[in-house]
């Protein structure tokens, strides 16, 4: 088995000969690169898939040897100081790269459909397989250094995913906002993994959490420091998983391409920053406060997600908060210390929120062909509704992705949100209060999603829904203030042929790209033009992917079922993790027993259920139109505290459709205030410091003026004078500076320096006394003209040479090297 382990190392670096091959090959090849594009979407998949099932090798034998494996080469710089870098790969290590390639290889195959019609097609699987690259990179790293390189490599791939169609201005601010975000998380990070690389003296994680236990132990740090490094290593987590209060990037992430949604909000990005607490587990967990810190944060972003999620418009804005919400879960076990039920949840929801983007990219797609390319409408649940009967499969699978997030028995996410609500009442109860109440939140918006974009009838073809101003319990805004404008116009799609991997069938390629400014398209389906008037089922080619996870979320929340009754273990997921949570000094049995699995599951899912009947309640179409509901609502007309309510729910509403403020908080106090300094520093640089600079040269050129209006002659004598005065001066400095020198013992370099320095104290008088030009005039003074201009042609050359040796003799002077 050793053998296998040693092989690990080329496990991040398998994917990446396709991004170096394609950028090749466009830079050399183009055309030769463009016409083979078709081979790249399968090799792209090919070389995952070899990852994939080496990963899966490696977590068949740590489950069965209980075991870890880490090689390190050391790259010694000196006596006192050596990098080391090698490859761990350990429970958490495997668990990441398995969800990494089975969520990748999902998203290529379905992006090889998705994205056919985009000129970007290549660039896109590039951007892809080297997304891929970094991920493994990161979850195989053995040291704070490789994690921080990766980390920044995960952060450049999802800059460029982000803003794929960099040439929509919204696409490029977005991917602009995540960047920026996410420096602040980064710039914390780097500090924290600098100050403990200051207190232990090793980068490496054995060496790091053995050395520092033992400080802790004996009494040796200071606690303040030490909390204040574990926070700034806790800054990079939140900017990378969307926590409160770096979350801001996570929903304008969604102007990429779905499947870079669904990819990025699956298993890469987001989930890294829980994978680097995770990983630092044993080190949180003995710092006072920190572990806390951790839970606060992750409770007020379950709560704060949970909250915006409930008034979007857009499907993928929806899911989006949806994701910051369930992590917000997994930090909030995590800083209780439930290291299983993190990870569980990490692995359900991956699969559960991967079926659900790509499913929403099958209902984008099936939209276009109506309202064309346009995210504001082809995302907009209110224009959607009634697309059961039109895409039946995206249909079934999205139900069961709603399901499971929801908390139904016995799909995926029921079992690992199950046991972080029952571990919350152990912690907290304040925390399980609000995790309780937010998991019912969790199953209204989902519920509200599904019911919005699927029930009903297809609201782009009505000018007014009917059920719009005919009920008021649509308290919560389907529309925005301002409502939705008409668009019931039939709209085709013009476009070019051209053929993708997975499939015999040829389509379009648009030669503007997804940039079309027109919603006018051609889409070749089934081999010939057609119009359509109503949304159609995607081809295979994007329907296998969805069928897959939606499997995946049938059956993989069964890894970590915790019954354990004789004759059998169950729980696959603790023995699995037995090394990591030994590590933790942690016991590694959950089993229950069926009676105490049926008390907790009874609450939770009571709760799931009643935040799916009120979703039900007011998004669901039959009731609309129900006329029975005139003594429901005179009843409640009736009521003193209607204008109340009204006010709440309007309240909640703008709460939620403007993200609770804060970005606009952000926006006019972090970014309109640095705006505002860089006005006032440049003002303050042309206006203060160049005008004192401008001001002398004004002073002397009137100076001047003043004495060539009364004798020519005069100008040699008053530069003689000028001279000797500055040359006093300015010979006084230079002793003081040959004085220096010799105090600093400067033996061979003292000629050279004295030398410049007369050079440069030579020229900077005449510069410092040269005549400016002055305006042209007539008569006697064209020969003062002249003799002026001469001057200012004469000297100035010699500027450049004077701030030459100025800087090569404050170098000499000042320089460590120089001094002995």
């Known amino acids: 088995m ?34 083979f594009r078709r081979m790249w979407a399968f090799q792209s998949v090919l070389l995952l898939s070899i990852v994939m099932i080496f990963s899966i090798y490696l977590s068949i034998q740590q ?11 050391s790259w010694i710089i000196n006596n006192d100081f050596s990098l080391d870098f090698g490859y761990l790969i350990d429970p958490l290590t495997s668990i990441m790269s398995i969800l990494i390639t089975t969520v990748g290889i ?20 590039a951007y892809m397989s080297f997304f891929s690259t970094s991920m493994l990179g990161l979850v195989t790293s053995s040291n704070l250094i490789q994690i921080y390189i990766f980390w920044e490599l995960v952060g450049l791939c999802s800059y460029l995913l982000i803003g794929f169609w960099f040439t929509r201005p919204v696409a490029a601010n977005a991917c602009q906002k995540a960047f920026v975000t996410n420096r602040v998380g980064d710039f914390g990070l780097l500090l924290g993994i600098l100050g403990f690389y200051w207190i232990t003296g090793s980068f490496e994680f054995r060496d790091l959490f053995e050395i520092f236990n033992n400080l802790i132990y004996k009494n040796e740090v200071n606690f303040l420091f030490v909390t204040l490094c574990a926070v700034l290593l806790f800054a990079g987590a939140v900017a990378k998983s969307a926590q409160f209060p770096l979350h801001v990037w996570l929903p304008d992430a969604m102007e990429g391409p779905t499947p870079i949604s669904a990819l990025i909000h699956a298993a890469t990005m987001v989930a890294a920053g829980i994978f680097l607490v995770a990983r630092l587990l044993p080190l949180f967990r003995v710092i006072p406060y920190i572990m806390y810190l951790i839970s606060v944060i992750g409770i007020i972003t379950v709560l704060l997600g949970a909250t915006l999620a409930l008034a979007q418009k857009d499907i993928k804005r929806g899911l989006a908060y949806s994701t910051m919400s369930q992590l917000g879960y997994m930090m909030l076990a995590l800083g209780m210390g439930s290291y299983r039920s993190a990870l569980f949840h990490l692995i359900t929801h991956a699969y559960s929120k991967a079926l659900l983007f790509l499913g929403s990219g099958s209902i984008i797609h099936s939209m276009e062909t109506i309202v064309g390319y346009s995210p504001v409408k082809s995302q907009n649940m209110g224009l959607m509704g009634g697309l059961r009967k039109h895409v039946p499969i995206t249909q079934i699978t999205f139900l069961l992705g709603t399901l499971s997030l929801c908390g139904i028995p016995p799909l995926a996410c029921f079992w690992s949100k199950d046991e972080i609500l029952n571990n919350s009442w152990l912690y907290s109860p304040i925390f399980a209060i609000i995790a309780w109440a937010t998991a019912g939140l969790t199953a209204f918006y989902m519920f509200r999603i599904y019911l919005l974009t699927f029930e009903g009838h297809l609201n782009v073809h009505f000018q007014n829904y009917g059920g719009k ?53 051609t889409i070749a389906h089934f081999e010939h033009k057609a119009v359509y008037s109503y949304p159609y089922e995607s081809d295979n080619t994007m329907l296998f992917p969805i069928f897959v996870l939606g499997l995946f979320t049938l059956f993989v929340g069964s890894i970590g079922i915790p019954f354990n009754q004789e004759g059998g273990n169950l729980d696959i997921l603790s023995k699995w993790l037995a090394p990591s949570i030994n590590l933790l000094h942690q016991k590694s049995n959950n089993s229950m027993d069926w009676d105490e699995f049926l008390k907790d599951a009874v609450l939770s899912v009571s709760i799931a259920y009643f935040g799916i009947f009120i979703a039900s309640f007011l998004y669901k179409p039959i009731y609309s139109s129900l006329k029975n509901f005139e003594l429901i609502n005179s009843f409640v007309k009736k009521g003193p505290k209607r204008i ?8 909640i509403y ?12 952000y926006t006019r106090f972090f970014v309109g205030g640095i705006r505002g300094l860089a006005e006032f520093t440049h003002f303050f640089d042309r206006r203060i410091i160049d005008g004192m600079t401008n001001g002398v040269g004004v002073f002397i050129f009137i100076f001047f003026i003043k004495q060539l209006q009364f004798k020519i002659f005069w100008i040699p004598r008053v530069i003689i004078i000028q001279i000797r005065i500055l040359i006093i001066i300015n010979w006084t400095i230079t002793s003081i500076n040959i004085v220096i020198a010799c105090l600093c013992k400067v033996r061979v370099e003292f000629i050279l320096y004295f030398v410049l320095s007369i050079h440069s104290d030579f020229f900077r008088f005449i510069d410092f006394v040269r005549i400016p030009p002055f305006f042209r005039k007539k008569g006697r003074r064209r020969i003062r003209i002249f003799f002026s201009e001469s001057l200012l042609f004469l000297f100035s050359p010699l500027h450049f040479g004077s701030s030459f040796y100025f800087y090569i003799s404050f170098f000499l002077t000042f320089h460590p090297f120089f001094c002995f």
């Not at 703008?654 to 908080?665: T, V």
């Open 2 to 35: 050793e053998q296998i382990y040693k092989y690990a190392w080329i496990i991040p670096f398998i994917p990446l000969p396709v991004p170096m091959l394609i950028g090749a090959g466009l830079i050399l090849f183009p055309t030769a690169t463009k016409s």
């Open 63 to 73: 489950i069965n040897s209980s075991s870890f494996y880490q090689y390190v080469w």
């Open 106 to 125: 999902m998203v290529l195959i379905y992006s090889d459909n998705y994205m056919a019609h985009d000129q970007g097609y290549l660039r896109f699987f």
């Open 469 to 521: 101003h005919k009920t008021p319990f649509y308290s919560i805004s389907l529309w925005g203030k301002n409502g939705v404008k008409k668009n019931s116009c039939l709209l085709t799609m013009n476009n070019n042929e051209s053929t993708y991997f997975f499939s015999k069938t040829k389509y379009p390629i648009d030669k503007n790209g997804r940039k079309m400014t027109r919603p006018f398209m």
């Open 644 to 651: 109340l309510w009204d006010k709440i729910i309007n309240g």
């Open 654 to 665: 703008d709460w939620s459709y403007n993200r609770a403020y804060i970005d606009a908080f």
